[in-house]
């Protein structure tokens, strides 16, 4: 508290003198005009108001020291628990004699195994002889004027009856033959005409 008291009047002598310097000079007197002639008009003098003092700064007092926190308590560990001995081991026990071995029993007399019938053989009836059809025929050479007729017949069932007619005559043509039916049946013509191909390796001649 003392020290406080002795901060405050420090600060109060320093407000003061500090305001005793920044006052400023009383004004000077004013200046009593001349005597005017009877006739000019009085004019009253402009008195300036004095500057207003300066306010006085009061500066705060200093905050108390801050105390220090008290450190934590020094926390103690547990003394570890008490060493346990180990027990004695079991006193040594005498092992039995084992018992005697039991003696094992003759084994039977050998019998002879008779040995087994032989498997009765199944005798199946013998295949059936496959019967080759013979080769089918090779039609003979027809005429030219005959290849329109025969081809007809051949693309009868055919989607596109000219698609299937200009490649015909002209294999009747060079081969002078058409196959019977609508389809198939190219062993009944020379080789000429069923080994005709195209590019995609199908049959050229229908």
């Known amino acids: ?24 000079p009383p004004p000077p007197p004013p200046k ?28 705060a007092p200093p905050p108390p020291p801050s105390r220090r926190t008290p450190p934590p ?13 180990r027990a004695p081991p079991p006193p040594f ?17 050998y019998r002879t195994r008779t040995p087994p019938p032989p498997p009765v053989r199944v005798t199946y009836p013998p295949p059936p002889a496959v019967v080759k059809s013979p080769p089918p025929k090779v039609q003979p050479p027809v005429p030219v004027s005959a290849c329109h007729g025969l081809c007809l017949t051949r693309c009868a069932k ?9 490649p015909c005559e002209s294999c009747c043509k060079e081969c002078r033959c058409v196959p019977t039916g609508t389809h198939g049946n190219y062993t009944t013509c020379p080789p000429c005409y069923h080994q005709k191909r195209t590019t995609d390796g199908k049959h050229k001649c229908p």
């Open 1 to 24: 508290m003392a020290l406080k008291a002795l901060i405050f009047l420090l600060v109060s002598l320093l407000v003061a003198v500090s305001q005793a310097h920044v006052t400023p």
């Open 32 to 59: 009593v005009p001349a005597v005017a002639p009877v006739t000019a008009p009085y004019v009253r003098p402009v008195i300036r108001a004095p500057h207003p003092p300066a306010p006085v700064i009061v500066r």
């Open 73 to 85: 308590p020094v926390t103690r560990r547990a003394p570890p628990p008490p060493y346990r001995s």
């Open 93 to 109: 026990t005498v092992r039995a004699p084992p018992p005697p071995s039991r003696s094992r029993a003759p084994p039977p007399p």
């Open 158 to 166: 055919h989607r596109k009856l000219k698609r299937c007619m200009r």
